[in-house]
C-alpha cells in the first residue's frame, strides 16, 4: 500500500497542535501567574497560585484539544474518496 497510514496522519497532525498549545502555554502561564498575584494582592486572605494548577489547565486542555483534533481527523482519514467523487 503506498502512502502514510492513518496512525501516521494523526500523528503528524496531532504533533502541529501540541507544539502550538505548548508554545502558548509558554507565552501565557507566567503573564498570567503575574495578573493573577496582583489581582489577588488586593484582598484580605491572600493564597500563592502554584505552577500546579497551570499544570493541571494545561493538561486539561491539551486532552480536549486531542480528542477534538482526533476525533474530526479520524473520521476524515477513514472516509472512502471514492464516496466523495460519486457525489460530486
Known amino acids: ?3 502514510a497510514s492513518a496512525s501516521d496522519i494523526l ?3 496531532s504533533s502541529e497542535y501540541v507544539k502550538l ?3 502558548s502555554f509558554v507565552i501565557a502561564t507566567p503573564v498570567s501567574w503575574y ?4 489581582w489577588l494582592g488586593g484582598f ?3 493564597i500563592e497560585i502554584g505552577l500546579g494548577i497551570f499544570l493541571l489547565t494545561f493538561a486539561a486542555v491539551l486532552l480536549a484539544a ?3 483534533i482526533s476525533s474530526r481527523l479520524w473520521k476524515v482519514i477513514t472516509t472512502n ?3 466523495s ?3 460530486e
Open 81 to 83: 474518496p471514492v464516496e
Open 1 to 3: 500500500m503506498l502512502g
Open 21 to 23: 498549545l505548548v508554545l
Open 85 to 87: 467523487l460519486r457525489s
Open 35 to 38: 495578573l493573577l498575584n496582583i
Open 44 to 46: 484580605a486572605y491572600r
Open 66 to 68: 486531542f480528542g477534538a
Open 11 to 13: 500523528a503528524i497532525f
